[in-house]
């Protein structure tokens, strides 16, 4: 069965802490990717990495960067945690190509106090 | 660029109701369309699929048709249930600026199902 896991389900973190989220896929997908889901938003795309240690930036990446040293591991690092990045944040891996549905994980709901 | 507009909810429904959630999309090139399903507390995932215009993407009674003459994708069922209750988005998956897969979201429809 495939997997997407999250290293956290929920998270509490001060104002201005360094904040890492990490996301693991057991499937061998090239293509890996971050988002945060806020009410009346949809899902925004952060960033998406396409092969190991590559990345693009995607709609909202202001405030966020990411790693991807391993194929199978793609973390989300929040260099400087504001209130307004308080959010859920839901990690996504696919194959490469349109064709292909995305696995999301259970997703890690993010409290900036 | 690529959009998905996808109907405002709450959508509220008795059970054995059927359900329409209308989705529209614009894209440049010729994108794959999707519907993923968002339990309480979860992430989201797929609940059917199309990859070609006039496709039907069929799932646990769901059903949706890729439609390239009127840019839609509508969710259909026939007969809901109490357990479909959860959050819908509709999605479409085409090549972004660089080459790359990018997938846009519709702003999801939560539905609540009534016994």
């Known amino acids: 069965d495939v997997k997407v896991t999250q290293s956290s389900r929920y998270l509490v973190k001060r104002t201005g802490e360094k904040v890492f989220l990490e996301c693991v896929q057991d499937?061998?997908?090239?293509?890996m990717f971050w988002y945060r889901q806020d009410p009346g938003l949809g899902l925004r795309l952060i960033y998406f990495s396409y092969d190991v240690k590559m990345k693009e930036k995607g709609d909202i990446p202001e405030g966020y960067s990411v790693s991807r040293e391993k194929k199978e591991r793609f973390s989300l690092i929040l260099e400087s945690a504001s209130t307004n990045q308080t959010s859920m944040y839901l990690c996504a891996s696919t194959r490469a190509g349109v064709f292909y549905e995305q696995y999301f994980g259970p997703g890690t709901r993010l409290t900036v106090t | 660029g690529d959009s998905v507009t996808q109907m405002e909810g709450p959508v509220t429904l008795s059970e054995e109701a059927f359900l329409t959630i209308n989705c529209t999309y614009t894209?440049?090139?010729?994108?794959?369309l999707f519907w993923y399903v968002q339990y309480p507390g979860e992430g989201l995932q797929l609940l059917l699929k199309a990859t070609k215009a006039d496709d039907k993407g069929s799932n646990k009674g769901f059903e949706a048709t890729y439609r390239k003459e009127t840019t839609s994708f509508h969710l259909e069922k026939g007969s809901v249930q109490v357990s479909d209750s959860a959050v819908y988005f509709c999605?479409?998956?085409?090549?972004?600026?660089?080459?790359?897969?990018?997938?846009?979201f519709g702003t999801g429809t939560k539905l609540q199902v009534i016994p």
């Open positions: 894209a440049t090139g010729y994108p794959s």
């Open positions: 999605a479409l998956s085409d090549h972004g600026s660089g080459g790359y897969q990018k997938v846009t």
């Open positions: 499937m061998d997908h090239e293509n």
